[in-house]
């Protein structure tokens, strides 16, 4: 798993080395299968709990993706008359945090196969897993769901030194749309970024940037590693009867990396910080 290739990146996040030019390593058949399942039967039950809260919120059917994208279009307004912040995340695609809490999430990243390779991957004894991890849904003709290009350091203060281990739960396809990446950006260092729509962060001048970018097909039981600088993107989603369901795990080699909660898998214990 894995080769390093030192940078001048190496900078704020010596993760960095860990990657190759491109900035990224494509994992087949990383996670174990029961466990993936497990956890994406949790997410269609909280993803159905979640709409029909936010259907009785609203007063509102909501029956289809334009119907769903018509109220991401009102969070401002909604905000103004208390919305939920559970309903909140769940219009920009997020699930609510007591979906993300929950074990069988960071279980995923507990089992043999994932230990060994992460443990090679870091060239230590142990990792750790940001906790709660951040747990996505994106449907097509809902653009409020769309993150535009960032670099995940922006979202992530807290931690000296991550890799992000993005999952998904559904094969990932021109018609169901993963993320799209920006080949070697991590080694440019950090860019300016603002808030962007609902997001709170987004790049200024992504049009600007030299570096070519793709979007990365991925089949259920594939993770995606990457470093905290590498510039990605939503990719667009086509598909009207198939939703992503994704993970967005922060792992880091020590305890020390965060002043946050965090995720022992080898261990299964949530330390608490906060």
Known sequence: MGGSEASSAECAYPSTTLFDSRGYLLEHALLDPVATAEARSLLLASKERLHRLLEQWTGEPVPDNAAFARHQLRIPEYTERGLPVDLRHYLVGEFDLETRLDRRICRLLSTPGVQEALTRFFGTPKYYVHYPPM??????????????????????????????VWVPLVDIDDQVGGLILYDGSHLGGSVDHAPDGPWAHGLTKPADLPYDKHPVHMKVGDALLFPPLLIHESAPHCSPTRLRYSIDFRVFAAPEDTTKSYYDPIEDRVVRRN
């Open 135 to 164: 747990v996505r849904f994106k449907m097509a003709d809902a653009p409020g769901s769309i993150l535009p290009a960032h670099q995940d350091f922006t979202y992530n203060r807290h931690l000296r030194d991550f890799i992000t």
